[in-house]
């Protein structure tokens, strides 16, 4: 049975894979876009079954398969898809055709030190990967220009969302309040348990008022938790994002370990990876 998604996100089925959509991003009819699942593949052990991360210790070959079920169910070209090497900052990087293939077959040709992609080249599919990581996608349907951000903690508090958004903006003229997000299943506020020091500095990083909105104290001395949707959703409006134009799957990974990878809740963090992927169509409506 498939889960509950949060208000503007749904379940799609092609070629045998399972995986999420942002329904406003389907509607605007100029993106091919999803969010995998651990289903469909062909990885085995913790890695089972459509592992997409090429650093874990998984089989390259069964990755590399993996890679292209998931480019072919999103009627995306694996060929043209950018993977950055993840580094949990808030580098951005302006990505075009000369980039196509980076990071796909193999590690060393991966966009060192990067966790956002923006481009406004078509047929480019901006990939990033996750196990309980925040996913952001963001979409200016006037200018047709995309971007792609991985925020854990440390990229939620260097407000990897809002340094994306302004990296659109400088580079292709975006407002704010055009633009679509969906922030995608990552480690949910019911199980993400930081300690006091990663607590202390990442509320510090937000407003007095919304601290009550992004972190709680446990019951048990010392326990806190963090709410990385809501903490991206207020840096995402801080920059000027309409609150109406930004849906949050609502789906915790660690809770949901049968649909996804979890990092944190994986034996000795042994755990494959989910992929976002977003990429402007060919045949866009204003083509």
Same mark, same amino acid.
């Given at each position: 049975?498939?889960?509950?998604?949060?208000?503007?996100?749904?379940?799609?089925?092609?070629?045998?894979?399972?995986?999420?959509?942002?329904?406003?991003?389907?509607?605007?009819?100029i993106?091919?876009?999803?969010?995998?699942?651990?289903?469909?593949?062909?990885?085995?052990?913790?890695?089972?079954?459509?592992?997409?991360?090429?650093?874990v210790?998984?089989?390259?070959?069964?990755?590399?398969?993996?890679?292209?079920? /998931?480019?072919?169910? /999103?009627?995306?070209?694996?060929?043209?898809m950018?993977?950055?090497?993840?580094?949990h900052?808030?580098?951005?990087?302006?990505?075009?055709?000369?980039?196509?293939?980076?990071?796909?077959?193999?590690?060393?040709?991966?966009?060192?030190?990067?966790?956002?992609?923006?481009?406004?080249e078509?047929? /480019?599919?901006?990939?990033?990967?996750y196990?309980?990581?925040?996913?952001?996608?963001?979409?200016?349907?006037v200018?047709?220009?995309?971007?792609?951000?991985?925020?854990?903690?440390k990229?939620?508090?260097?407000?990897?969302?809002?340094?994306?958004?302004?990296?659109?903006?400088?580079?292709?003229?975006?407002?704010?309040?055009?633009?679509?997000?969906?922030?995608?299943?990552?480690?949910?506020p019911?199980?993400?348990?930081?300690?006091?020091?990663?607590?202390?500095?990442?509320?510090?990083?937000?407003?007095?008022?919304?601290?009550?909105?992004?972190?709680q104290?446990?019951?048990?001395?010392?326990?806190?938790?963090?709410?990385?949707?809501?903490?991206?959703?207020?840096?995402?409006?801080?920059?000027?994002?309409?609150?109406?134009?930004?849906?949050?799957?609502?789906?915790?990974?660690?809770?949901?370990?049968?649909?996804?990878?979890?990092?944190?809740?994986?034996?000795?963090q042994?755990?494959?990876?989910?992929?976002?992927?977003?990429?402007?169509?060919?045949?866009?409506?204003?083509?």
């Amino acid at each position: 049975m498939k889960l509950e998604l949060g208000m503007g996100w749904a379940w799609r089925q092609r070629e045998g894979i399972d995986y999420l959509v942002i329904e406003a991003f389907e509607r605007s009819g100029i993106v091919q876009h999803g969010f995998s699942t651990r289903k469909g593949g062909v990885s085995q052990g913790p890695y089972e079954s459509l592992n997409i991360g090429l650093h874990v210790g998984d089989d390259s070959d069964r990755v590399r398969i993996n890679r292209q079920r /998931l480019a072919t169910a /999103l009627a995306v070209s694996s060929e043209r898809m950018v993977v950055p090497a993840q580094v949990h900052g808030n580098q951005v990087k302006v990505v075009t055709g000369r980039h196509a293939g980076a990071g796909v077959q193999d590690l060393s040709s991966a966009l060192p030190g990067v966790d956002a992609l923006v481009t406004q080249e078509t047929d /480019l599919a901006l990939c990033t990967v996750y196990a309980d990581c925040v996913p952001v996608y963001i979409l200016d349907p006037v200018h047709q220009a995309i971007g792609l951000a991985h925020a854990g903690w440390k990229g939620t508090t260097a407000q990897i969302g809002a340094q994306t958004l302004q990296q659109i903006s400088a580079s292709f003229g975006t407002k704010a309040r055009d633009c679509l997000i969906g922030i995608g299943p990552s480690v949910g506020p019911c199980c993400y348990e930081v300690d006091r020091s990663v607590w202390r500095q990442f509320t510090a990083a937000f407003s007095l008022k919304d601290r009550a909105r992004i972190s709680q104290v446990g019951t048990i001395s010392n326990r806190f938790y963090l709410n990385l949707w809501e903490a991206n959703r207020l840096t995402l409006m801080a920059g000027g994002v309409l609150a109406a134009n930004i849906w949050i799957a609502g789906i915790c990974t660690r809770c949901h370990q049968d649909w996804f990878y979890s990092y944190r809740a994986a034996e000795g963090q042994e755990t494959g990876r989910m992929a976002a992927v977003l990429a402007l169509r060919i045949d866009r409506l204003s083509a």
